[in-house]
């Protein structure tokens, strides 16, 4: 039982994930930035070591004219990496 739970657990956030990486591309192609973003910052709490994840918020965040928070984003990014696997970001 307990595998069968983890399983779908796995399966839930393989379509959460999925489903916010279309939702910021279709808002993104539409110039909701705003909308957008706030769908990254959702994918970047769900996964917060993805990359990927990351490098969506801070082309958002650059897009919206705030580089600040694009480098910030990216501080932060580097900070989780670094306490939680003891990597650096590509």
């Known amino acids: 039982l307990a595998q069968e739970v983890d399983r ?3 399966r839930w956030r393989d379509e959460i994930r999925e489903a916010l990486m279309r939702l910021i ?3 993104e ?3 909701e930035i705003a909308g957008a973003m706030a769908c990254a910052q959702r994918l970047v709490a769900e996964e917060p070591t993805s990359e ?3 490098r969506l ?3 958002l965040h ?3 004219g ?3 928070a694009a480098l910030e984003a990216f501080e932060a990014l580097k900070q989780r990496l670094f ?3 003891g990597l650096t970001p590509l």
């Open 8 to 10: 779908e657990r796995r």
């Open 25 to 27: 591309a279709r808002r």
């Open 29 to 31: 192609a539409a110039g």
């Open 52 to 54: 990927h994840a990351a």
């Open 57 to 59: 918020l801070m082309r």
């Open 62 to 64: 650059y897009r919206r």
């Open 66 to 68: 705030d580089r600040a």
């Open 83 to 85: 306490d939680s696997l």
